[in-house]
């Protein structure tokens, strides 16, 4: 069975910068997507960002500008590169990889934008 571990999360200061990399416990076959999603109490998982499987991104309009992902295939690992945090990007960030057949997620990771 395939892991997903998070990593890279955790308290960041406004303004400042954190990159999670979420890497795969073996390669992964026939990916059409590999996405960030962040979740905070109370509310609905939110996408944040997507890479498909021809490179086309896509980002949610309250990062765009400001947060970036990418993927190293060798690493078998899917990264989020945040820039000029904000107090609202606080939330507990997960990646997700689908496949044609199945949806992995990983466990979540924190990160909290506070002075």
């Known amino acids: 069975q395939v892991q997903l571990v998070e990593s890279g999360g955790g308290l960041v200061q406004p303004g400042g910068s954190l990159r999670l990399s979420c890497a795969a416990s073996?390669?992964?076959?026939?990916?059409?997507?590999m996405a960030w999603y962040r979740q905070t109490p109370g509310k609905q998982r939110e996408l944040v960002a997507t890479?498909?499987?021809?490179?086309?991104?896509n980002y949610a309009d309250s990062v765009k500008g400001r947060f970036t992902i990418s993927r190293d295939n060798a690493k078998n690992t899917v990264y989020l590169q945040m820039n000029s945090l904000k107090p609202e990007d606080t939330a507990v960030y997960y990646c997700?990889?689908?496949?044609?057949?199945?949806?992995?997620w990983g466990q979540g990771t924190q990160v909290t934008v506070s002075s």
């Open positions: 890479l498909t499987s021809g490179g086309s991104t």
């Open positions: 073996e390669s992964i076959h026939n990916i059409y997507a």
């Open positions: 997700n990889i689908e496949t044609i057949r199945v949806g992995y």
